[in-house]
DNA sequence: CGCGTTTTTGAACGCCGTCAAATAATGTGG
DNA sequence: CCACATTATTTGACGGCGTTCAAAAACGCG
């Protein structure tokens, strides 16, 4: 089905097929989020094969990588940026089912149709995989496949506990624990040495989009920052950064009616 | 803090592995969900290897299995009967993220403590496996893998689309679905010939475990039901039997707010 | 029949959504 | 760099949906 590409071209930019794959490949070596993502457990060889089907794309905000819907054609693998992924009702309501960073994988592999619409949040890139060949990659590497069902597992349990949250947190426990949340994932991030101190960081999201997540509107979201911040528990600096000033509070605030 | 679970005692357990082993073996051969659960994809030979591992397990109605917060020490195939998986705070909000049936797979592999307590809603069957040599079958026996990852991925699915349920649709909208959702279970189960007509099943749930599903109370789930008996939409026989007598008026409440 | 449990029904409250408007932030072309 | 347009955020007033609290009715089981 797919030429074996094992041997390199000097001109990378030469032919269409074989250049776009060899270019791929050649990222590969520099990935940044290589030792993160699913292609993490292949070595040079298997990434090959898997290169030979993927794409390097970018994605500007706000564009729609995945319409809920339409025929399931494509898996990837998010080098870059953030995305949402997006649950509607018929007549238009919308829950941020999931949000995506770097080195995630994105997609819903043996699945006919899309159930969600994916949309870039930020300027974004992916690897992009033909759904059907990357399934077979799959089934033909079993460190990846296990990889890929450690991930899903991981997300499960994720996908639950928002359940909880949804159906049964006031709305400032979920801003409260969204924050948490958001200062968890910018620290790892940055990696900053000291977990102490008032953490500063940016969250990347609007009023609308974090409403989206948290299963509210941008009004209660709004309502309750600027109650966290009058409570002394969070600073607003102004843009889209938080100062999270009383952790302990917030912790509490997080996990009580 | 709960009860011991693995201590039961039987004139079996005097004669540990083998025994076991064999009886379970045993068993399998007329095991009503094989072909479904996930051990339909080993044959006989890998089932031995599996089965030395497993023993069956009975369980009462309210009894539970799992406890969230404990050591993560089990994983099960569920046999007959229906459990809850049940998320909660600390202060006792309860939602439940999943209903299993037979056939279904019970646990968290790869988790080293239990983040949901998994409860029998009638008495149960199961065949229990410790997590960790459970694992390490899993991962020397690539097709159930392939199997489990496949489930995994559905399930999250189905999670994705009760998060946009318990988000964003109102309480009528939910019942609504919920007794669509149950129809269709219960028509699989009985294998219904007819997809006509008014479909009369039991929904083997109480108003208040019907309210931890849907992130409602018990008080709104009764008054969604009357109404949707007062407008003609269904009948309730008594008892937790339920008719359909309007699916489509049912099917277009289960979306409209 | 009598008792405990489940379900239904009623009444009042409160959280959050809706609608509306003011203010702040962001971007754009001149 | 500013003036202006656009978008995002904040703030206010109000109402509705679902919860909470309470009690009656129906059911199940000895």
Known sequence: ???????????????????????????????????????????DRELDALNSLGQKRRIARGETLIWAGDDNLICANLLSGVMKMVASTSDGREQIVGLLYPADFVGQPYREEADFS???????????????????????HVRMERLLLQRT???????????LTLARKSASERVAGFLLDMEV???????????????????????????????????????????????????????????????DALERRAEAA
């Open 153 to 163: 597992l991981q997300t499960l349990n994720e996908a639950r506990n928002r359940m």
């Open 118 to 140: 994916i949309t870039a949040l930020t300027d974004a890139e992916l690897c992009v995989f033909p759904r059907l060949p990357f399934q077979r990659v799959l089934e033909d």
């Open 1 to 43: 089905m797919q030429p074996a590409l094992n041997h390199r071209i000097g001109d990378k930019s030469l032919r269409r097929g074989y250049a776009d794959a060899m270019a791929l490949s050649d990222i590969c070596a520099d990935c940044a989020v290589r030792d993160h993502a699913l292609c993490g457990s292949l070595d």
């Open 185 to 247: 994932r910018a620290a790892s991030a940055g990696c900053r040495a000291t977990p102490t101190g008032p953490a500063t960081f940016d969250l990347s999201l609007t009023r609308g989009q974090i409403a989206d997540v948290l299963g509210l509107t941008i009004e209660t979201v709004s309502r309750q920052l600027t109650k966290l911040k009058e409570a002394g528990l969070i600073r607003l600096p102004g843009g889209r950064a938080i100062t999270i000033s009383n952790r």
